[in-house]
């Protein structure tokens, strides 16, 4: 485990490969970790890349430095904590790779800085949410599929992640990759990062911010700003959808290539659900190859 600080966490994260190998930074979402990618690492270093796989704010080993900096979970503050982890390593460029959460970091990375990207393996589709229009229904089956999210704004659903983290975060993962025969001892391995003590506020104002329910990081409002206007991605893409997605299925990132102003490329995985990169490491892999050329 190592660590790398910006000026808002300690950062932990996982570095393998030979420190001149071109950087590939590969981000998990929720409810997940740097076990994600564990079979991804080993073909990436074969053919020449520094693969890191850092753990975000509210999971594992990572922590904030100062105890009134505010837990936020909002878009703003994972592609700022991504930045700044470059800057802490001294990362100039690199691949960015993620889902969820982590695939948003990439996006935000990737449309605001794009000159720290070589490339993009966004799984899910453009990731940046549009907060602006998070008050507009969707339909009854993707209403139903967010039930977390409406649980998770209440006070009630703050004491049930509380009390229930690993019960709910288990849940998820057999209802978003209905195909995935994960064992006791897979979960286990990730959910020992849920007991990070900002887990529960970091997701809790994740959830609430982009249904306007709560009040973001002042200090992140700039960013905030400029992900309103849903700004372009021009770097290389190649986004991954698994077929069986049962939280965001693939017709949601049908549209997607109107973000993308630069080469573009959608694949649907077969069989894989949400946690693609647990089930379909190959296709990550395969992605991020494309990418380098």
Not at 12 to 41: M, N, Q, W
Not at 153 to 160: I, K, L, Q
Request: glycine content about 10%; aromatic content about 10%; proline content about 7%.
């Amino acid at each position: 485990m190592l660590f790398a600080r910006t000026p808002t966490l300690d950062i932990a994260y996982e570095a393998t490969g030979l420190e001149g190998g071109t950087p590939v930074i590969l981000l998990h979402g929720f409810p997940d970790d740097a076990r994600a990618y564990d079979e991804c690492v080993a073909p990436l270093v074969e053919h020449g890349c520094r693969v890191l796989v850092p753990y975000l704010r509210g999971y594992g080993q990572t922590r904030f430095l100062h105890p009134e900096t505010p837990r936020s979970g909002q878009q703003a503050a994972l592609g700022a904590d991504l930045r700044d982890f470059m800057d802490a390593l001294g990362i100039q460029k690199a691949v960015l790779g993620g889902y969820d959460w982590g695939g948003r970091a990439a996006c935000i990375v990737a449309a605001l800085w794009p000159e720290r990207a070589i490339g993009l393996c966004s799984i899910n589709g453009y990731n940046i949410q549009n907060i602006g229009a998070a008050l507009q229904p969707a339909s009854a089956q993707q209403e139903y599929g967010h039930w977390y999210q409406w649980y998770f704004n209440t006070e009630r659903g703050r004491a049930g992640l509380s009390a229930n983290r690993h019960e709910i975060c288990r849940l998820l993962w057999k209802l978003w990759s209905p195909n995935w025969n994960f064992s006791d001892s897979k979960y286990a391995a990730t959910g020992v990062s849920f007991d990070n003590p900002d887990f529960v506020d970091v997701v809790i104002q994740s959830y609430r911010h982009r249904h306007q329910n709560a009040l973001g990081d002042p200090a992140l409002e700039p960013i905030e700003e400029l992900l309103a206007a849903q700004p372009p991605i021009g770097v290389p893409t190649i986004v991954l959808h698994g077929d069986a997605d049962g939280v965001g299925p693939p017709v949601q990132s049908e549209g997607a290539h109107r973000h993308f102003t630069g080469r573009y490329e959608r694949r649907v995985i077969p069989v894989a659900g949400h946690f693609l990169p647990h089930e379909t490491p190959d296709a990550v892999v395969r992605a991020v190859m494309d990418l380098l050329g």
